[in-house]
């Protein structure tokens, strides 16, 4: 029990460094990069679009499906209406 917490642990700390220096990603087969500073490396994080302020501005279209990447260089914020693929790190 003691030794599966501690592994937990370790994992969640690789996580966080991990997250710290951003993920690449690819939509629709194609690797996103940054189209301000062209870095490849991006945090991800959904935005919660459907909402009844949307739906009041008229923006429904918005709905259930936006995430954004954050260029971790210039944080630049790109919005995509479609799935988003995590290309995994081949220093791994
Ligand atoms: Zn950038």
């Known amino acids: ?3 599966q917490g501690e592994e937990k642990l370790e994992k969640l700390g690789l996580d966080k460094v991990k997250d ?3 993920r690449k990603y690819k939509a629709n087969d194609f ?3 940054c189209v301000h500073c062209k ?3 991006f945090e991800q ?3 919660l679009l ?3 302020g949307m739906s009041y501005l ?3 279209w918005l ?3 936006a995430s954004t990447l954050m260029c971790k260089r210039c944080g630049f914020i790109h919005w995509f209406g479609i799935g988003l693929t995590e290309i995994e790190d081949e220093t791994k």
Do not use: I
Request: without cysteine; charged residues 30%; proline residues 0%.
């Open 39 to 41: 870095h490849d490396k």
């Open 58 to 60: 008229g923006l429904d």
């Open 50 to 52: 459907n909402t009844r």
């Open 20 to 22: 710290k220096n951003g």
């Open 45 to 47: 994080s959904s935005a």
């Open 1 to 3: 029990m003691r030794k």
């Open 63 to 65: 709905n259930n499906s």
């Open 31 to 33: 690797q996103v990069s």
